[in-house]
């Protein structure tokens, strides 16, 4: 895994200040687990559909909003923040679709 | 800074609310009290639910209401505001029954409140089960001591 660059993931939120901060710290563990190397940079509502990512990981109504007009790749729409698991296996997916 | 700690006790127990944006009110209310944030913050935590969607929902039956430092946070702190019958968002993680508000002066001062929240949040069933049988203050703050304690 060691070669490759790492992947570009935003983790996003209406402001950027907490739930966003809250994401990235998850998304970070979970790719470091993974052996997925990221980086991973937090945005609000605004500035999170101009980056070109890999990733935009946010909620439901953040996701559906981006869907329409995001530069990332994939967008992961996590409903329940504090399961660990819901996180975990919709970032790998998309991980999976960006390789596939 | 200890979650209890950045709490104070600033802890609300109310049976029922007319709507979400009252009870974003009450929570931001208990947070300008105490001079963490000027009133324009609470304005700003509700606008942004407005403006954004009910995101601040962010498990099931928990939302943390918000705003930028910039929007007249002063200090770093939390409130809690219990709605023992629900209240709704119109958010996938309705009805919502436990409230954590917070403040917050930069964009790094909270984050180790966040990992606590996020050892809370790990127990939003519990947290939500907790609104209906616990009645006061002082029976929230030993609960919220013990889960905080027990996790990793």
Request: charged share 25%; with cysteine; hydrophobic share 45%.
């Amino acid at each position: 895994m060691s070669g490759k660059p790492p992947i570009r993931v935003v983790a996003a939120c209406g402001l950027g200040t907490g739930t966003a901060l809250y994401l990235k710290m998850t998304v970070e563990e979970i790719l470091r687990k993974a052996g997925i190397p990221a980086v991973v940079e937090t945005a609000d509502a605004t500035l999170a559909p101009t980056i070109t990512a890999d990733i935009i990981v946010t909620g439901p109504d953040l996701a559906e909003m981006f869907r329409q007009r995001a530069r990332a790749r994939e967008i992961v729409a996590v409903t329940n923040y504090g399961n660990k698991a819901e996180i975990q296996e919709k970032l790998l997916a998309a991980v999976r679709r960006l390789e596939g | 800074m200890d979650f209890l700690e950045a709490l104070d006790g600033r802890i609300r127990i109310l049976e029922r609310v007319g709507e979400w944006a009252e009870a974003v009110r009450i929570s931001g209310e208990l947070l300008a009290a105490d001079g963490l944030v000027a009133p324009s913050y609470v304005e700003h935590m509700i606008q942004t639910c407005q403006e954004l969607g009910p995101y601040i929902a962010i498990a099931p039956g928990v939302a943390i209401p918000h705003a930028r430092p910039e929007d007249g946070a002063k200090g770093l702190g939390l409130s809690l505001v219990v709605v023992r019958e629900g209240v709704w968002f119109g958010s996938h993680n309705d009805p919502v029954r436990v409230l954590i508000a917070f403040a917050t002066p930069d964009r790094s001062a909270h984050i180790d409140l966040l990992r606590q929240l996020a050892n809370l949040l790990a127990r939003a069933g519990d947290l939500t089960q907790a609104a209906a049988r616990l009645g006061t203050p002082e029976e929230w703050k030993e609960y919220l001591r013990s889960i905080l304690q027990d996790s990793p």
